[in-house]
């Protein structure tokens, strides 16, 4: 169907797609000597740069060739973020594949579905998971080459897999003279599926077009802010929704990029943030979480570390004070999803909040942001009216733009527009300066005697306590109210607190219906394959929770 409505006098430009290949033949012909370093899963650290990026990433679309991979095909990974990976990522979309990520850490039944679903012809994968890949190999039922992300001896005797390859001798055999396909931008480049935390998930098809974009978008300065004197370390994993775009955005503005492999602990990400003077980062909260947790307890310091993306979950506004007052790290909380590459909106101040105090900027930087170029946003209510940008009339986000789905992979789900609008799944209030804050998730939202209680900022009240490490606030069935909230809360290691004390603690802070009704001690929060918490778990395991 044709967007245009008029036929307008054309513009006299050259035409030149907008492909992921040119992004790497940028990288490797201006900033050729910008260093990619990565942790290897072997143990040890690899160094080089954007130029032999270049240069293996043609090898693999070579080889790639040679395997018979031809354009539109799927080729899977199983990977940690590293130099390997990154070639995949060039060499498989640069030669006009489809390059389908898979998160290693769903259960193995989950990645067979997925693998089958997406039809993967090919599947690379790290060292790490060959005992995954030995379970799920006889399942995949399209994948006719299984790569193992090693040198020749790393290789396993022994395997269920049938005719296994060892990448390096794979990539040694083939020739670096490639010359990258030019072809329709709109072409399909990369597939990442949904977590489906309800039903099974489903696949967002990202074109050449929509990565472009998406990594001009993501490396602006009101955006991730991402510039050649940066070394960026992304801890946001390359298998969920392209590590944000920082693949792509990160060699597109010539940084220097870190990528830590498989040791996500805060002791190696701290190490490596150290060892290699680390400017930039970006990851979910839990992340954050662990690493602040071994700076603090160590009381470390960090000597280069700048500005932090956090994103994908809300990040307690407890866990931005200490890295901003603390640490003097700025942090960016972003917004978005699978299904919009992902990036919504990022946080910052515009410049007439800069004479805003401390305390009333800090209130602007914890919302979600502000929407990046490129996309647009509304709330409705119910019936689909747009709710007004008050800051405090909350309704369904929905979203439109070049990098938001328009269908589902093999149209999985139906249609899924309204009106030309993606509609989130999110519940959030928009502010008159445009800033958006997520309430929670639709089917997060507690329906207390016919009003809503949104439960992310009662987990953020919470997680304001000392002695609370996590919180997670969940409903439960009420027989008056239908639902009330309940919080479930892992305790900080060597604190305590009790439930009156914390019931306590929401004195003052929050409208007095909004107190949860109870609060149940956990050692750990049930965490899914993207670093969130699994409320419908925590919501399974109390269901039988009395409250009156
Ligand atoms: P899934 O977990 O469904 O695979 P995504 O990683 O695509 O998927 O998660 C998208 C969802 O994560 C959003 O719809 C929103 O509910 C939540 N989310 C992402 N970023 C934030 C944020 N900064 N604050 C609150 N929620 C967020």
Redesign the pocket.
Known sequence: MSVFQVSPVMGQMMHQPLLISTIIEFAARHHGDSEIVSRRVEGDMHRYNYRDCHQRARRLANALHGLGVGMGDRVATLAWNGYRHLEAYYAVSGSGAVLHTINPRLFPDQIAYISNHAEDQVLLFDLTFLPVVEKIAASCQFVRHFVLLCDRDRMPDTTGIPDLLCYEDLIATHSDQYEWPLFDENAAATLCY????TGNPKGALYSHRSTVLHAYAAALPSSLNVCASDTVLPVVPMF??NAWGLPYAVPLCGARLVFPGAALDGKSLYELFEAEKVTFSAGVPTVWLGLLNHVLQNKLRFSTFRRTV??????PPAMMDTLIDQFGVEVI???????MS?LGTTGGLQAKHLALPRDAQRKILQK?GHAIYGVDMKIVDDEGKELPWDGASYGHLLVKGPWIIASYYKDEGGEVLRDGWFP???VATIDADGYMQ?TD?SKDVIKSGGEWIGT?DLENLAMAHPAVLQAACIGLFHPKWDERPVLVVVQRPGMTVSRAELLQFFDGKIAKWWTPDDVLFVDALPM?A?G?IQKNKLREQFKGHSLV
């Open positions: 949904t977590s489906g935390t969920h929704v956090i994103g994908g979950a809300a990040c909380h972003a917004w978005g999803m699978t299904e992902p979600q989130t799944g999110d997520i998730r992310i899914g993207t969130k």
